[in-house]
């Protein structure tokens, strides 16, 4: 097995008496995409900025790479890319003059900079937009064109700090796809930071979850729902047929822990279960002969178990998963 | 892809060896500030400014140099003379140079974190002070090209209009006095660099900076004038000794403004002629006879005051350093 991509001990830092990061120890492994969740404030920020070198852990350390990032922070900073929490460019200058900026910066020069800026550009889709100054960029665009410049360098690991912030849903579907195919192609590893769960979880290998400074929770998404005494899953059926073979027939799904009837129609039904029953559910049901009218998958479920690990309600308007 | 890495191997040997971020920035800043508005607007300022005060100036010459053929050092009065209110190219360079400075410095720092920039900047493989040495050092370069570019056009036209060229004195003396600019107007850059390290809004710090700058030109002379009448105040039938301690408060207060200590400078390596800027009482110039002075010994009368000046560029670009070398990345 390889050494994992990031590996922190201990990392904390303070600033005077507040506590921004509290004693964390993570471990990603190499190629994985991992979520760092957590409200605004929780230290996400910090962690990233400790991970490249950018700010001093008080306390603890961090590996990136197998590399100390606070002496050694060049090397670091190399082949690590990171797209910074509403990311600025320079707004006079074109999509593609930007990239240019940042390839110098990282010694590439010239045509195999060319190359490798089109191919980038041509990647996140801004082709077209190129040559035009970014002041005329809307916020989906300029998240897309800070992964390029994040790839530039062609990174090993990738982090992105709230890239779905304040972008439409079609643009944060973009943004998603797009990290997802750059963990794919490139067997990078991506540390993405978010406080909107629902967002994010569909992209994410393991999820940290993140409050006060401190890691409250870790592992995959469906784990941390078990553990939680959360359902991880919550399906909204309606199915014609005797209701009671229906009910037996839902009872028998694996992982099921509650079949309600839903009140308004007596055909529908709510089904809590652990893991993922949809396709147990569909076999069970053709092989009863019954027939399966509505199949809904609730995303409510994940809102609980961030509001449990937060104990603090999401912003009004956050909204519901678009699945 | 690896490809790609592999072509990124060479820079990163560079890299390791020696920073070259900061000439990546600094290029990037010339380019920036070749093509902006402000400098447009300010070469227009200046270049009219200039050639406005060499015609004048030349004109005036020409009668002077009719009159006495044996004026001393004649191709520099074109930078020096200010006949009928027209003031002199020196005058104008020595009032402008600050406005310069302060117009590229202003908003080094605080205008990458308005943009957004600066935490994807410091990200790249580059020592964080790169980004404060690049700036320095292309807002500097393209002062200092302005006003070589200037400063040549104005000796050309003065070759022109007079129809002599200048000796290799007088070019040594305008080399050194385009250094003295040079170091001027570093000190104003470093000066409103500092201020875009400590205030957040690029507006204020340019506020900031521009104060400053008007204080030390239009009021040194009057603050100073007040408080060396406290110190030392001269009654109405003042003893020679009463009225000399009173200018030596003054000049010694006024020389702590980098303007006054600039002007100094400025018009001995000017002005042959002049041997000192201390006081001089008329005892100690009667029956002087009047010879122009050699570049090195004009050097060495304002030696302290170029001393001083880059003294005071490189305090405030070394507190503008460590602000920003301690400052934290995110807003």
């Known amino acids: 097995m390889e050494e994992p991509a990031v590996v922190t001990r201990g990392l904390t830092k303070r600033y005077g008496d507040l506590v921004a990061v509290d004693h964390l120890d993570l471990e990603l492994h190499r190629g994985e995409i991992f979520g760092l969740l957590g409200p605004n404030g929780a230290g996400k920020t910090t962690t990233i900025l400790m991970l490249l070198g950018l700010t001093e852990p008080t306390e603890g350390e961090a590996r990136v790479l197998g590399l100390d990032p606070t002496r050694r922070p060049l090397e670091v900073k190399r082949r690590v890319g990171y797209v910074p929490d509403a990311v600025g460019f320079y707004d006079q200058m074109t999509g593609r003059q930007n990239l240019r900026f940042t390839a110098r910066l990282n010694g590439l020069n010239g045509f195999a900079a060319e190359e490798r800026i089109a191919s980038l550009l041509e990647q996140v889709g801004l082709s077209d937009a190129a040559d035009d100054p970014v002041e005329t960029y809307s916020r989906g665009m300029r998240q897309r064109l800070g992964i390029a410049d994040?790839?530039?360098?062609?990174?090993?690991?990738?982090?992105?700090?709230?890239?779905?912030?304040?972008?439409?849903?079609?643009?944060?579907?973009?943004?998603?796809?797009?990290?997802?195919?750059?963990?794919?192609?490139?067997?990078?590893?991506?540390?993405?930071?978010?406080?909107?769960?629902?967002?994010?979880?569909?992209?994410?290998?393991?999820?940290?979850?993140?409050?006060?400074?401190?890691?409250?929770?870790?592992?995959?998404?469906?784990?941390?729902?078990?553990?939680?005494?959360?359902?991880?899953?919550?399906?909204?059926?309606?199915?014609?047929?005797?209701?009671?073979?229906?009910?037996?027939?839902?009872?028998?799904?694996?992982?099921?822990?509650?079949?309600?009837?839903?009140?308004?129609?007596?055909r529908r039904w709510v089904v809590a279960a652990d893991g993922d029953p949809r396709p147990a559910l569909v076999r069970a049901l053709a092989e009863r002969g019954l027939v399966l009218l509505h199949l809904e998958r609730r995303e409510e479920e994940l809102d609980a178990l961030y509001r449990r690990y937060f104990r603090e309600a999401e912003p009004a308007g956050a909204g519901r998963g678009t699945r | 892809?690896?490809?790609?890495?592999?072509?990124?191997?060479?820079?990163?040997?560079?890299?390791?060896?020696?920073?070259?971020?900061?000439?990546?920035?600094?290029?990037?800043?010339?380019?920036?500030?070749?093509?902006s508005t402000r400098f447009a607007v300010l070469l227009l300022?200046?270049?009219?400014?200039?050639?406005?005060?060499?015609?004048?100036?030349?004109?005036?010459?020409?009668?002077?140099?009719?009159?006495?053929?044996?004026?001393?050092?004649?191709?520099?009065?074109?930078?020096?003379?200010?006949?009928?209110?027209?003031?002199?190219?020196?005058?104008?360079?020595?009032?402008?140079?600050?406005?310069?400075?302060?117009?590229?410095?202003?908003?080094?720092?605080?205008?990458?974190?308005?943009?957004?920039?600066?935490?994807?900047?410091?990200?790249?493989?580059?020592?964080?002070?790169?980004?404060?040495?690049?700036?320095?050092?292309?807002?500097?370069?393209?002062?200092?090209?302005?006003?070589?570019?200037?400063?040549?056009?104005?000796?050309?036209?003065g070759i022109v209009r007079l129809g002599i060229t200048p000796t290799a004195d007088e070019?040594?003396?305008?080399?050194?006095?385009?250094?003295?600019?040079?170091?001027?107007?570093?000190?104003?850059?470093?000066?409103?660099?500092?201020?875009?390290?400590?205030?957040?809004?690029?507006?204020?710090?340019?506020?900031?900076?521009?104060s400053v700058w008007l204080v030390l030109t239009l009021f040194t002379g009057f603050l100073v004038g007040l408080v060396a009448d406290a110190v030392a105040p001269v009654p109405d039938s003042p003893t020679v000794e009463e009225v000399l301690r009173n200018a030596r408060v003054q000049q010694w207060l006024g020389r702590l403004s980098p303007a006054v200590l600039y002007e100094e400078a400025t018009v001995v390596l000017l002005n042959p002629q002049i041997r000192t800027v201390g006081i001089v009482l008329p005892r100690q110039v009667d029956q002087a006879i009047p010879?122009?002075?050699?570049?090195?010994?004009?050097?060495?009368v304002v030696w302290p005051q170029i001393v001083g000046l880059a003294a005071l560029c490189v305090v405030c670009f070394a507190a503008a350093y460590v602000l920003f070398m301690r400052q934290e990345i995110r807003a």
């Open chain 1, 150 to 266: 994040a790839l530039v360098k062609d990174p090993e690991v990738l982090i992105l700090d709230e890239p779905t912030v304040a972008i439409d849903p079609e643009g944060v579907a973009e943004v998603l796809e797009l990290i997802r195919r750059v963990s794919r192609e490139r067997g990078a590893t991506v540390l993405l930071s978010s406080h909107l769960l629902h967002q994010v979880r569909t992209v994410c290998d393991r999820v940290g979850i993140f409050a006060a400074g401190r890691l409250v929770a870790l592992g995959r998404v469906d784990e941390l729902a078990a553990r939680a005494g959360v359902a991880a899953t919550t399906l909204e059926v309606a199915v014609d047929g005797d209701p009671a073979r229906v009910e037996e027939a839902l009872r028998a799904l694996p992982g099921v822990r509650a079949v309600e009837r839903d009140g308004r129609d007596p």
């Open chain 2, 171 to 210: 070019a040594g003396r305008l080399l050194a006095w385009l250094v003295l600019t040079a170091v001027y107007v570093g000190f104003w850059l470093a000066f409103a660099t500092l201020w875009s390290v400590v205030l957040r809004r690029a507006a204020t710090s340019a506020l900031v900076s521009i």
């Open chain 2, 45 to 157: 300022l200046v270049a009219l400014a200039a050639v406005g005060s060499v015609y004048a100036a030349s004109g005036g010459i020409r009668e002077i140099a009719e009159r006495a053929q044996e004026a001393p050092s004649l191709f520099l009065q074109v930078f020096t003379a200010a006949p009928e209110r027209v003031p002199s190219f020196l005058t104008l360079v020595g009032f402008l140079a600050p406005l310069l400075g302060v117009a590229f410095g202003f908003d080094a720092v605080n205008g990458e974190r308005a943009q957004r920039t600066l935490p994807r900047l410091v990200a790249q493989p580059i020592r964080r002070d790169d980004v404060i040495n690049g700036k320095f050092v292309g807002g500097l370069a393209v002062i200092v090209a302005v006003l070589t570019a200037l400063t040549l056009i104005v000796a050309g036209l």
């Open chain 2, 291 to 300: 010879s122009p002075l050699p570049l090195d010994q004009s050097l060495l």
């Open chain 2, 1 to 35: 892809m690896n490809a790609a890495r592999r072509a990124v191997a060479p820079g990163v040997a560079g890299v390791r060896e020696r920073s070259i971020g900061w000439r990546v920035i600094a290029a990037k800043e010339v380019a920036d500030h070749l093509l």
